[in-house]
T-cell receptor, first 110, second 117 residues
């Protein structure tokens, strides 16, 4: 399985942008990059995904490196409600296995 | 739609007892998963299924069994519970990744908190 590596924790100030990095150096051509977040006492929820091009949605933006070996989740203006654990995982078109790492715990300071 | 529903949401067991966690999804997803999450840790894959009648081992399968007799249901069994199995269990489902038709987004249940004394 292609694995992802994320920093254990990051801090941000409220209303400032946050850039959460993810390394996936063994990514294959058929892997989609998915980001999920887990709020306290809840199950993970989908945030955004991408394959090769940068992506934007109402929650966040995803910047994917040209060689696809890394990606960055961008929260444009962090709020206290964005404090969560953020997971970057790879979803393969040809395999069913979906594994998570330990993710990045984001703390947002008022 | 209910999405992914897990039952029970809470359970306390004594060491050696058995139990089954039920996961039901109403989105007609082919793939289903069971994860466990210990305090302060990420999700670890126990078992998964890529279709009705098929199951496969994940990262931490020992002590657990699963069955997928119907497409919409994925059962996780503990034959002889141990304190080390105290955890929060999450079920998830997703369609296969299929280009423009599906990105393989995972949908999670709310979790089942299991305590083994």
């Amino acid at each position: 399985d292609a694995k992802t590596t994320q920093p254990n924790s990051m801090e941000s100030n409220e209303e400032e942008p946050v850039h959460l990095p993810c390394n996936h150096s063994t990514i294959s051509g058929t892997d989609y990059i998915h980001w999920y977040r887990q709020l306290p006492s809840q199950g993970p929820e989908y945030v955004i995904h991408g394959l090769t091009s940068n992506v934007n949605n109402r929650m966040a933006s995803l910047a994917i490196a040209e060689d696809r070996k890394s990606s960055t989740l961008i929260l444009h203006r962090a709020t206290l409600r964005d404090a969560a654990v953020y997971y970057c995982i790879l979803s393969n078109t040809n395999a069913g296995k979906s594994t998570f790492g330990d993710g990045t715990t984001l703390t947002v300071k008022p | 739609n209910a999405g992914v529903t897990q039952t029970p949401k809470f359970r306390v067991l004594k060491t050696g007892q058995s139990m089954t966690l039920l996961c039901a999804q109403d989105m007609n997803h082919e793939y289903m998963y069971w994860y466990r999450q210990d305090p302060g840790m990420g999700l670890r894959l126990i078992h998964y299924s890529v279709g009705e009648g098929t199951t496969a081992k994940g990262e931490v399968p020992d002590g657990y069994n699963v069955s997928r007799l119907k497409k919409q249901n994925f059962l996780l069994g503990l034959e002889s519970a141990a304190p080390s199995q105290t955890s929060v269990y999450f079920c998830a489902s997703r369609p296969p990744v299929a280009g423009g038709r599906s990105t393989g987004e995972l949908f999670f249940g709310e979790g089942s908190r299991l305590t083994v004394l």
